[in-house]
């Protein structure tokens, strides 16, 4: 090959390689600063320690911070649009839950598709929702609150930690399958609920295993069951509700997103960061202890839970005529 050649050659990759810098930035010091998390709900909660703890690990294994910033609302409607809303960069990620899968059945009229405004990095953990009450509660069993709410409908309350979340749904099904009128509380999350719980402001929650198992080991909230369809073994002797109102099945998961056309390249770098994050023992302690199981793959795989969730819950919302209150 000619110099004259080459050197058209290599000013041809050139070209190309500054082409697509500029469609969106050089990646080989991929990251190269702190990188942030969103958190769509208020802090203390299981979401937040949950993203708290994969975020200390990622960080390890990207040698950036990874920065946790909490945005509660609207049933984490404004953590998630913060994210659609970010450049498509690899700095602003968000860990998002079962409101991702439900709200657009929920809510209409979202800032954002929920199908085309995200990019999937990995789901993380799944895990069941658990029905608790404070320990001073009269109510021990599923029968006691079913008995109790026939008795006096609307007066027993539920709360939550936003409208669409876990803990809302759970709440809806459990009234909608029992055939009793529960009133549903929300709040800006689940640290703020359970503080009510505990007050005895609001009767009881269902709420995600990583939020309701400190408390519970504590002995300041007491397990009434849990929302799966088998027996946990980090709620050792707690009945499934399922056990006294047969098909009531409802499963909490997280899941890492990116805002959608963030560079395959980075997304592969962001799930490589979770994978090795989920596999020190610090993070496997801390959700094999509230219930959960580590469930980390592909991004593909996190697309696909989700949109089957999607279908499941949009099913279920019809059938049973949920609605948000």
């Given at each position: 090959m000619s110099?004259q050649?080459?050197?058209?050659?290599s000013?041809?990759?050139?070209l190309?390689?500054?082409g697509s810098?500029?469609a969106?930035?050089?990646?080989a010091?991929?990251p190269e600063k702190p990188i942030?998390?969103?958190?769509?709900f208020?802090?203390?909660?299981?979401t937040?320690?949950?993203?708290?703890a994969?975020g200390?690990?990622?960080a390890?294994?990207?040698?950036?911070?990874?920065v946790?910033e909490?945005?509660?609302g609207?049933?984490t409607?404004?953590?998630?649009?913060t994210?659609?809303?970010s450049?498509?960069?690899g700095y602003t990620?968000v860990m998002?839950t079962?409101?991702?899968?439900?709200?657009s059945?929920?809510?209409?009229n979202?800032?954002?598709?929920?199908d085309?405004?995200?990019?999937?990095?990995a789901?993380?953990?799944r895990g069941p929702?658990v029905?608790?009450?404070?320990?001073e509660?009269p109510f021990?069993?599923?029968s006691?609150?079913?008995a109790a709410?026939m008795?006096k409908p609307g007066v027993?309350t539920y709360?939550?930690?936003?409208?669409?979340?876990?803990?809302?749904?759970?709440g809806e099904?459990?009234s909608?399958?029992?055939r009793?009128?529960l009133?549903?509380?929300?709040?800006r999350g689940?640290?703020p609920?359970?503080?009510?719980?505990l007050?005895?402001q609001?009767?009881?929650?269902f709420?995600t295993a990583?939020?309701?198992?400190?408390?519970?080991?504590?002995g300041?909230?007491?397990?009434?069951?849990i929302t799966?369809?088998s027996?946990?073994?980090?709620?050792s002797g707690?009945p499934?509700?399922?056990a006294t109102i047969?098909?009531?099945?409802?499963?909490?998961?997280?899941?890492?997103?990116a805002?959608?056309?963030?560079?395959?390249?980075v997304?592969?770098?962001?799930?490589a960061a979770?994978q090795?994050?989920?596999?020190?023992p610090?993070?496997?302690?801390?959700?094999?202890q509230e219930g959960?199981?580590?469930?980390?793959?592909?991004?593909l795989?996190?697309?696909?839970y989700?949109?089957a969730?999607?279908a499941r819950w949009?099913t279920?919302?019809t059938?049973n005529k949920?609605?948000?209150?």
């Open positions: 110099f050649r080459r050197l058209i050659r000013g041809i990759i050139l190309g390689l500054w810098c500029l969106f930035p050089c990646l010091g991929y942030r998390m969103i958190v769509p208020a802090p203390g909660g299981g937040d320690q949950i993203s708290r994969l200390a690990g990622m390890k294994d990207l040698e950036q911070p990874v946790i909490n945005k509660p609207a049933g409607v404004i953590g998630m649009d994210v659609a809303r450049a498509a960069d990620i998002a079962f409101a991702h899968a439900v709200n059945g929920l809510q209409p979202l800032p954002f598709d929920t085309t405004a995200f990019a999937p990095v789901l993380v953990a929702n029905l608790a009450v404070r320990e509660s021990k069993s599923v006691d609150i079913i709410a008795t027993l709360a939550s930690q936003g409208n669409g979340t876990s803990a809302h749904l759970a099904m459990f909608n399958l029992a009793i009128e009133t549903h509380v929300p709040y689940a640290g609920a359970m503080t009510d719980v007050g005895g609001v009767d009881m929650i709420g990583a939020a309701v198992s400190p408390l519970i080991s504590s300041k909230l007491r397990a009434i069951a799966g369809t027996p946990s073994a980090a709620f707690v499934t509700i399922s047969p098909g009531y099945s409802v499963e909490s998961w997280y899941g890492l997103y805002p959608a056309a963030t560079p395959a390249a997304i592969e770098v962001l799930n979770v090795n994050a989920v596999k020190s610090q993070f496997i302690n801390k959700v094999e959960l199981t580590i469930a980390v793959g592909t991004p795989a996190l697309e696909q989700v949109q969730e999607q949009r279920i919302m059938e949920i609605r948000l209150q």
